[in-house]
């Protein structure tokens, strides 16, 4: 079992930045892959981005050439880091850890979320 605490979100303005962090314990050696999701109200929870243990990572389209994640081994933590929020990205962001490559991601465990909210 794998736990995944977050941290970071908050309140910000249009064009503005916030970077998660999101530390995982437990049973580190069962996951090779590290990402988020995000949920926005009455929408599905969707795949944001990942970064494997390798450094490969996938974004989704939407966030590519804003948001960056990326991953510190040693420390066992992922980080999102958020430049110029829009609207559209005020959700409940998820950390999630699981197996996966250059072109799957199966996450099995989750944080609690953490709340970004940018407003107009």
């Known amino acids: 079992q794998v736990q995944l605490v977050e941290s970071g979100g908050g309140l910000v303005q249009t064009g503005g930045s916030l970077t998660l962090s999101c530390a995982a314990s437990?049973?580190?050696?069962?996951?090779?892959?590290m990402g988020w999701y995000r949920q926005a109200p009455g929408k599905q929870r969707e795949l944001v981005a990942y970064i494997t243990s390798g450094g490969r990572i996938h974004y989704v389209e939407s966030v590519k050439d804003r948001f960056t994640i990326s991953r510190d081994n040693a420390k066992n933590t992922v980080y999102l880091q958020m430049n110029s929020l829009k609207p559209e990205d005020t959700a409940v962001y998820y950390c999630?850890?699981?197996?996966?490559?250059?072109?799957?991601?199966?996450?099995?465990?989750w944080g609690q979320g953490t709340q970004v909210t940018v407003s107009s």
């Open positions: 437990g049973s580190i050696f069962s996951i090779n892959v």
């Open positions: 999630s850890a699981g197996r996966g490559g250059t072109l799957y991601y199966s996450p099995n465990s």
